[in-house]
């Protein structure tokens, strides 16, 4: 990688040639290029079209998913009978409900997920080899960066989504959307302009799922290279698919938090209209617990597993192969800092 070979040799050439003061601007100036170089821009655009690529592939499962977690009193508990009573009552393609702004979310999210976690790794690893920690730092610092810059798109395209679906909690108000640029009027019209991040602390907080997700997927992935020169199409698939499995299992009682507040329909206590609280989060647990005991927390788990596990690994691999067929085509030695 350009940006890493220059942090490596520029010191020695600043101190050998140039003006006085230049040996302190060069590894500055060699940061710079490391964090927007070509390699980074390659592994982003690569997660992001491998990330669109499976959540269409997958994305009914992501709808039954999604009606599990928000419409607790829902009494079909699994996720072929559910996305069977979708059908049945809003039509074939509702199932697909929502594709074009969580394709876009998913999209914008993934790209500066995966970019700002490739960035910091040449900056931190050098061309070294990584770590277990250094992975789960990285994630969390290219997780906290996401949250804050895609939840306004996240909270639009929960809406959007269940817009129009047959709920049976009398407790979700109804929205009428003409469109995603409609829906963000109309929130900041009606809500506030930080209704847009409603559900930002459960995020904050599941900056861990991707972290957890990229330390396996990372770790495993040392493993296999040590082996082999390079990882196989099932390789991707199934490392990818472990890792997703174990993040996803550990946060879900989170995630289901996180969809509730997005959608951000429910009547709450009206004393306590701060969607993103701490203490909004600790009530939403409370009740479902109330309500269900303890596997209401997992409430959805099963369709998630599937939707999700599946998802990673079909994005896993077509970023894999993605970025190893652009760095062959344009010439380029792919980085081996994993």
Request: proline share 4%; aromatic share 10%.
């Amino acid at each position: 990688m350009a940006g890493a070979g220059a942090v490596r040799g520029s010191p020695e050439l600043a101190g050998a040639v140039g003006p006085p003061g230049r040996a302190e601007q060069q590894p500055r100036a060699a940061a710079m290029s490391s964090v927007a170089s070509y390699e980074s821009l390659v592994h982003a655009v690569s997660g992001a079209v491998g990330s669109m690529t499976a959540m269409t592939v997958f994305f009914p499962l992501d709808t039954a998913r999604l009606r599990l977690q928000v419409d607790e009193k829902r009494k079909s508990k699994t996720t072929p009978a559910v996305l069977l009573e979708i059908i049945k009552e809003e039509g074939l393609l509702a199932p697909y409900r929502g594709w074009f702004p969580v394709i876009s979310s998913l999209c914008c999210s993934n790209f500066v997920y995966f970019y700002t976690f490739n960035s910091l790794k040449a900056l931190w690893v050098k061309g070294q080899h990584s770590t277990t920690g250094k992975d789960l730092v990285l994630g969390v610092v290219a997780g906290v960066v996401n949250v804050l810059l895609t939840t306004p798109l996240w909270v639009v395209n929960t809406r959007l989504k269940l817009q129009g679906a047959k709920f049976r909690n009398e407790d979700i108000v109804p929205t009428n959307y003409r469109g995603i640029i409609d829906a963000f009027h109309q929130i900041v019209r009606d809500e506030g302009v930080l209704a847009l991040w409603n559900g930002t602390f459960p995020s904050l907080l599941l900056v861990f799922n991707p972290a957890i997700q990229f330390m396996f997927y990372e770790g495993f992935k040392r493993k296999l290279l040590k082996k082999q020169l390079q990882l196989t199409s099932l390789d991707a698939f199934v490392i990818g698919a472990i890792a997703k499995a174990v993040a996803t299992t550990l946060t879900y009682p989170l995630q289901t938090v996180q969809s509730i507040l997005r959608f951000g329909r429910h009547r709450l206590n009206p004393e306590n209209r701060t969607l993103g609280s701490l203490r909004n989060v600790l009530y939403l647990l409370q009740q479902r617990v109330r309500r269900f005991g303890l596997v209401g927390l997992y409430k959805g788990l099963e369709a998630k597993l599937l939707q999700t596990v599946l998802t990673a690994a079909l994005m896993f691999l077509v970023y894999e192969k993605l970025t190893a067929a652009t760095f062959t085509v344009m010439g380029l030695k792919h980085s081996r800092r994993h």
